[in-house]
């Protein structure tokens, strides 16, 4: 049970990280076409930014001004890159986005070393919460539920409540006739390019020292949140946030549960011996799958279910 | 003339779809632009709004457009209206007219009140999404969508297409008020009865050009051109 509260807690956690890092990519994504290869470098840079930031002036300037950089380098991105590469078509923007990815690493590299830096959390949110059956809850995790929590909030609000946000739901579905009736749909472009970056800068800034931040990060965390763009659905923010919060759960879960097939079948009196047909898969414990179940859950809806969970187009 | 569109041309990739369109639409005037399916009339109107890219000219209240980008088109006073309907589905039926003014809150001489009077059934569905409203009434709330933006010219694609005949009478309906108001209409059809009956003057397209020009009486009197170019 307690491990089941904690690792339920956990999960949460890094789902609402996901959510963060996913809501802009599938925003970017249904409205533009465009899959943005370089989504999760802005949320190691958004790390990288904050770790500077915060030593010299600190992280709560960092909460703010790192994401605000990020915003302003997907608006430069967008205006004077993808636009243009655009006209060529859906491989080029793909190409153009992989390469800004690979620039994107050198240069934190360079810039910051191939070793992890020492972003660490603030010590204001540095102390245990509360304890659950013996287990420490660090008031850090509880900020990040926090913050995620208020993003989700002011993103729902501003896409339902204002009329950049009722804009912005008519060009994910027709940016044609929205630019028709007057819409400048290009600076909307421009804008929700700049946001979802921003976004993922956010989640930099918070996920950068819980978890680690290192040069790989970028490289680690965007395949994920392809999976749940896809596993989500295009055009719905619902979709994606269900999709965040159920791969945090599972990949949370599948690292706490030390089970291997070969338990399960020890349970119906079937005892597997190094003999045995096929021993060292029936062997593999659930932690080492758990980083494949993702991709599994990938490969599976776009088979049975290609639109995702919630999604409203086919693309 | 309002709307003045001089040897006009238009591709997709290397198809040349205009080879050279001229016409013209003046202040207040119905003109109805007919033919057969493929001809390029919905590509006159996409690149008169700027949504095909134009070579040759297209000067509107005096002043060229081509080459603005839509949103700029639909600023200086044309409205367009597509033929597939393109209503945002996810979005209330209120909602979805919100989005036709231009600005926050600046509604012109077409208002609510206007839009859910002429059409009741708008008013009582006016916080259900807009997706799923029938075909009829779809047509009817782009129509009135575009209207809200108060446009000068409105450029209509297909209003009737594959809608019942009663409902067939109800854009007649609106068709007229519109042009009671005074606003232009350029409207294309297929079907002639409509067309015949509201507008003052027609002009009939067939691959890519204007094959003719004139009133209602006269397409009417030119066998030759309904039998080559418009009659199935």
């Known amino acids: ?315 | 003339m309002m709307l003045e569109v001089r040897d006009l041309h238009a591709f997709y990739g290397k198809s040349h779809i205009l080879q050279g369109v001229d016409l013209s639409v003046a202040e207040g005037e119905i003109v109805s632009l007919l033919g057969r399916n493929g001809v390029g009339r919905s590509t006159v109107c996409k690149t008169i709004i700027g949504l095909v890219p134009p070579v040759g000219r297209i000067d509107f209240k005096g002043r060229s457009i081509a080459g603005l980008r839509p949103d700029q088109i639909a600023h200086v006073g044309i409205g367009y209206v597509p033929e597939d309907r393109q209503v945002f589905p996810g979005l209330t039926v209120k909602q979805n007219l919100e989005l036709g003014l231009k600005r926050a809150g600046a509604t012109g001489s077409w208002t609510f009140e206007d839009v859910f009077s002429l059409f009741p059934n708008l008013a009582k569905r006016q916080d259900n999404p807009a997706g799923v409203l029938s075909g009829g009434e779809q047509q009817m709330l782009t129509m009135c969508r575009t209207l809200m933006g108060d446009p000068d010219l409105i450029i209509i694609d297909e209003p009737t297409e594959g809608l019942a005949p009663k409902l067939v009478e109800q854009v007649g309906t609106l068709l007229d008020e519109i042009a009671r108001r005074g606003t232009a209409i350029l409207l294309v059809e297929q079907k002639l009865t409509i067309a015949l009956r509201i507008s003052r003057r027609l002009y009939v397209m067939g691959h890519g050009r204007i094959v003719f020009e004139g009133t209602p009486a006269a397409l009417a009197d030119n066998g030759r051109i309904r039998k080559e170019w418009l009659e199935v």
């Not at chain 1, 789902?15 to 890092?21: E, I, S, V």
């Not at chain 1, 915003?71 to 390469?99: D, P, Q, S």
């Not at chain 1, 190094?274 to 593999?284: C, G, H």
């Open chain 1, 1 to 315: 049970m307690e491990v089941f509260v904690v690792s339920l807690l956990n999960g949460l956690v890094y789902g609402m990280l996901l959510f963060m890092l996913a809501s802009g990519l599938t925003l970017i994504l249904s409205m533009m076409g465009v899959l943005n290869f370089a989504h999760a470098s802005a949320y190691m840079l958004g790390a990288y930014f904050a770790y500077t930031i915060s030593v010299h002036i600190g992280f709560w300037p960092a909460l703010v001004i790192a994401p605000l950089l990020c915003g302003l380098i997907g608006a430069a991105i967008e205006m004077w890159g993808l636009r243009r590469v655009h006209r060529n078509g859906h491989i080029a923007e793909l190409l153009f986005t992989f390469g800004l990815a690979l620039i994107i690493e050198k240069v934190v590299q360079m810039t910051w070393g191939l070793l992890p830096v020492p972003y660490r959390v603030p010590e204001l949110l540095d102390f245990p919460l509360f304890r659950i059956y013996g287990t420490q809850f660090p008031a850090y995790r509880a900020f990040m539920l926090a913050i995620s929590a208020l993003m989700f909030g002011a993103i729902w609000l501003g896409l339902t409540r204002t009329r950049v946000g009722l804009v912005i739901q008519a060009a994910l579905t027709h940016p044609d006739m929205a630019s028709a009736l007057g819409h400048n749909v290009p600076r909307i472009f421009t804008l929700v390019f700049a946001a979802g970056t921003a976004l993922a800068g956010l989640a930099g800034v918070i996920g950068g020292n819980y978890q680690v931040t290192e040069p790989a990060m970028a490289f680690t965390m965007g395949p994920i949140v392809f999976v749940v763009v896809v596993f989500g659905g295009l055009g719905s923010l619902t979709g994606c946030f269900i999709a965040s919060i159920l791969m945090g759960l599972i990949q949370t879960f599948a690292v706490v549960f030390d089970v291997s097939l070969a338990d399960l079948l020890a349970k119906f009196g079937f005892t597997v011996t190094s003999s045995t047909p096929f021993a060292e898969v029936l062997n593999v414990t659930l932690p080492r799958v758990g980083a494949l179940l993702p991709f599994l859950l990938l490969v599976l809806i776009l088979v049975f279910r290609p639109r995702g969970l919630m999604g409203t187009r086919d693309t």
